[in-house]
C-alpha cells in the first residue's frame, strides 16, 4: 500500500483510540532499519508509524552532510517507494524537535508538506513533533498553537509534548524528577490554548514517569493512572470523553500491564527506539563474534568475503529488528487490526 493519506492516517489513530489498541512508532536511521520496520508491520498484519529524529535526520544525509532537513526528506521519498510492496498502511512521523531546531528541522518541513499540498500532492510527512518540554508552559503551548494551524495548512498532525520525558535521546536530557508527571492543570492548560481539534488536529505526549532508554526494574516509577486523570478533568470541562489521543514515550522496559493500563485511557501511539536498535545490533554482534577469523583478515590471511560483505550480517539484523517490531505490535494490541 502507499504510504497513507491525511485521510487514512486520521482513520487509523481514530480506530485505535474507539478499539482499545494502538500503533507501534518506530524511530528509524537507515533504509536498512525503515525496511525492518515495514517488513515487521507486514508480519503482525498491522498498520503502523515509522519516525525520524532530528539525529537520525541528520545522519541519513550523510556523516559530511549533516542536513537533518536534506535526510528525513530522502528517508520520506525513498519510503514512498518501498512501502507500496507490504500490504499495511504507514504513516511518517519526525520524532522530538526542541526550540532550537524548529528552524532547521519541524519548520521547513512543514512548509514543504505546505508546498507540496498546493500543488495538489500529499503531504511529506503525515505527523511533526514538538518538543516544548525544556520550555516554560506558557512558551511551550504560545508556539504549539502556532505550530498546530501550520501544520493544518500543511494537512499533517502535530505533536506536542507536556511534562518531562526523563533520560536522553538525541541530546535533550530530561531530569527524573516530579516533572515527569503531567498535572490536570497541565492539560486543562493545553486545551485552552490548543484547542482540541478545532485549530488543526494533534496527538499528545503527556508524561506519566516516562523515561527515554533502558533502566534496571525499580529505577522508574511509572504512573499510567495520571493519563485517566487529565482526561477525566479536560473531559469533564469540555463535556468529551478521553478528549486527548495520547504518545506513549519513553517505554523501554515498562511492563505488558503498565502498557495495557495507558492504552485503555487514551494512548494510540507508542514510541519504540532503544529496544529495536538493540534487536537491530544484536545479530550483528553474533555474526562478528562467530565469524571474526572472516570479517577480519587474521594473521594475514584474506578474511571471508561472504561473512564481510554487509548484506551477509544485515539480513540477520533486518530479521532480528522485525521481530522485535511484531512483539511491539502483540504488546500494543495492533497486530491483526490493519485497514482492510
Partial sequence: MPIATPEVYAEMLDRAKQD??????????????????????????????IQVSTGGAEYLSGATVKDMVVGATALAEYARVVAEKYPVNIAL???HCPKEKLDGFMR??????????????????QSHMWDGSAVPLDENLAIAAELVEECAKARVIMEMEIGV??????????????????????ALATAEAVGLGEKGRYILAATFGN???????????????????IQDAVGAKYGKERPFDLVFHGGSGSSLEEIRQAVS???????????TQYAFTRPIAAHMFTNYDGVLKVDGEVGNKKKYDPRSYGKAAEEGMAKRVVEACEHLLSAGKKIK
Fill in 265 to 275: 485511557y487514551g494512548v494510540v501511539k507508542m514510541n519504540i527506539d532503544t529496544d
Fill in 165 to 186: 520525558v526523563g533520560g536522553e535521546e538525541d541530546g535533550i536530557v530530561g531530569e527524573i524528577n516530579e516533572k515527569l508527571y503531567t498535572t490536570p492543570e497541565d
Fill in 93 to 95: 512521523h519526525t520524532d
Fill in 211 to 229: 523515561v527515554h532508554g533502558v533502566y534496571k526494574p525499580g529505577h522508574v516509577k511509572l504512573r499510567p493512572e495520571v493519563l485517566k486523570e
Fill in 20 to 49: 482499545g489498541f494502538a500503533y507501534p512508532a518506530i524511530n528509524v536511521t537507515s533504509s536498512q532499519t525503515l525496511n525492518a520496520a515495514l517488513r515487521g508491520f507486514a508480519e503482525a498484519e498491522s498498520d503502523g508509524i
Fill in 108 to 125: 521547513p518541513l512543514v512548509k514543504i508538506s505546505q508546498e507540496r499540498v498546493a500543488r495538489g500532492q500529499e503531504p511529506l510527512f
